[in-house]
């Protein structure tokens, strides 16, 4: 069956730190993979796919299939990107969920 | 992108009875499912809402308690019935797109207390 973990509930980084919220997933066949985040407030919108290999709001994300990890990353957060990330696992048109990650980014 | 509208927002019910949940999406679409975040945990994928056909339900849910109605291609709603503490969550109505790559957009949700 297919798994999404992140295992950090609660991450927290200063202004201009770098930031690394990590998801490892378990799948058998070849992943597509996202990540989600959710906002004060807002509804749950889409930040990034793997397979667009894109940078948005200055966050990035490899897919490491030998770690089986997806790992979100941003070299210097900013106090707007305090919310919840899920990681997302996409299986035969179906997403499955990791439990989430706060970030919160302190001034 | 599409613009989903869901509708209660949030809501307040009796135990044992039944809310009706109704998602609308500004466009027609293939896929649409409904999910359910109960408080401090990650979203559940309830079922997939089939236009024309039976909804397919995940594990651990049935249509008895999640009855699901998708008349056509831009809604759907979803009821959960006989209503208990335990049914208390943030309901989400999602579509995939598939001119947006087939990313998944979502609802706002809605808020269900049953007390």
């Known amino acids: 069956a297919q798994r999404v973990t992140q295992p950090e509930k609660l991450l927290s980084v200063f202004k201009g730190a770098p930031v690394e919220l990590k998801c490892n997933y378990s799948?058998?066949?070849?992943?597509?993979l996202f990540w989600y985040v959710q906002y004060s407030r807002q509804r749950l919108q889409l930040l990034l796919r793997?397979?667009s290999r894109e940078s948005i709001k200055g966050f990035t994300a490899d897919l490491n299939k030998g770690e089986t990890s997806f790992h979100l990353k941003k070299p210097f957060a900013q106090e707007e990107d305090s919310a919840m990330y899920y990681c997302?696992?996409?299986?035969?048109?179906?997403?499955?969920f990791g439990s989430g990650t706060k970030l919160n980014v302190k001034p | 992108s599409a613009v989903i509208s869901q509708k209660p927002s949030r809501d307040i019910c009796q135990r044992g009875t039944s809310l009706t949940i109704q998602c609308q999406v500004d466009?027609?679409?293939?896929?649409m499912f409904w999910y359910r975040q109960q408080p401090g945990q990650s979203l559940t994928l309830i079922a997939t809402?089939?236009?024309?056909?039976?909804?397919?339900?995940e594990s651990g849910f049935v249509i008895d308690k999640f009855p699901i109605s998708r008349p056509n291609l831009t809604f759907s709603t979803l009821t959960v019935s006989n209503l208990s503490p335990e049914d208390s969550s943030i309901y989400l109505c999602?579509?995939?797109?598939?001119?947006?790559?087939?990313?998944?957009?979502f609802g706002e949700g809605s808020w269900l207390t049953v007390v």
């Open positions: 466009s027609q679409v293939t896929m």
């Open positions: 809402a089939n236009q024309g056909s039976e909804a397919t339900y």
């Open positions: 997302a696992l996409k299986r035969f048109n179906k997403f499955y």
């Open positions: 999602s579509v995939e797109v598939q001119a947006a790559g087939n990313t998944i957009y």
């Open positions: 799948y058998s066949g070849s992943p597509e």
């Open positions: 793997h397979i």
